[in-house]
């Protein structure tokens, strides 16, 4: 009985980083993706098509303001701030003219790559407040995952009380 008690305390564990990953899918799917192809337009038409995507899904999802993080206010997590700058990198776009020149749309675009892609130790990414694919419900995944966390300690013990363990 222990040892299904102990299976069971596994379960919400499993469920939580299922969801999370399954966030994760969809929110690069319909934003984060979206971002990427942005940057890497070649044509300011390109850019625009792909930033009038994810400014929409930004909007529909509610994603205008506040914080992801979930003790205190840091400004990479501020969504406020990221979706302004995207919403300006949109307008920017929007203003170029047949008359502009092709030295002012390379230089644009330049910017714009700059603007929604950071450098790290494996590549580039797009540039968004971390853990934006769970906003606006990151307090109650943060709750839910030490919850399942601490629940999967409690049956991993109970599981692991019911080996015999002379036989090693």
């Given at each position: 009985?222990r040892?299904?008690?102990?299976?069971?305390?596994?379960?919400?564990?499993?469920?939580?980083?299922?969801?999370?990953?399954?966030?994760s899918?969809?929110?690069?799917?319909?934003?984060?993706?979206?971002?990427?192809?942005?940057?890497?337009?070649?044509?300011?038409?390109?850019?625009?098509?792909?930033?009038?995507?994810?400014?929409?899904?930004?909007?529909?999802?509610?994603?205008?303001?506040?914080?992801?993080?979930?003790?205190?206010?840091?400004?990479?997590?501020?969504?406020?701030?990221?979706?302004?700058?995207?919403?300006?990198?949109?307008?920017e776009?929007?203003?170029?003219?047949?008359?502009?020149t092709?030295?002012?749309?390379?230089n644009l675009?330049?910017?714009?790559?700059?603007?929604?892609?950071d450098?790290?130790?494996?590549?580039?990414?797009?540039?968004e407040?971390?853990?934006?694919?769970?906003?606006?419900?990151?307090?109650?995944?943060?709750?839910?995952?030490?919850?399942?966390?601490?629940?999967?300690?409690?049956?991993?013990?109970?599981?692991?009380?019911?080996?015999?363990?002379?036989?090693?």
């Amino acid at each position: 009985m222990r040892g299904i008690l102990g299976v069971i305390l596994c379960l919400p564990i499993l469920f939580w980083g299922g969801l999370r990953i399954y966030k994760s899918v969809v929110y690069g799917i319909d934003c984060g993706g979206h971002i990427k192809r942005a940057a890497d337009a070649n044509t300011v038409q390109l850019a625009t098509q792909e930033l009038k995507t994810v400014i929409a899904y930004l909007e529909r999802e509610g994603m205008t303001s506040g914080y992801t993080s979930i003790l205190y206010r840091t400004p990479d997590a501020d969504v406020g701030f990221w979706y302004t700058n995207l919403k300006s990198c949109l307008e920017e776009l929007e203003k170029i003219t047949p008359e502009t020149t092709q030295l002012e749309r390379s230089n644009l675009l330049l910017k714009l790559r700059e603007t929604l892609l950071d450098k790290g130790d494996s590549g580039e990414s797009a540039t968004e407040p971390p853990g934006i694919s769970v906003y606006p419900n990151n307090v109650g995944y943060c709750f839910f995952g030490t919850l399942s966390t601490i629940l999967a300690l409690v049956g991993a013990i109970l599981f692991v009380t019911l080996i015999d363990w002379d036989w090693i």
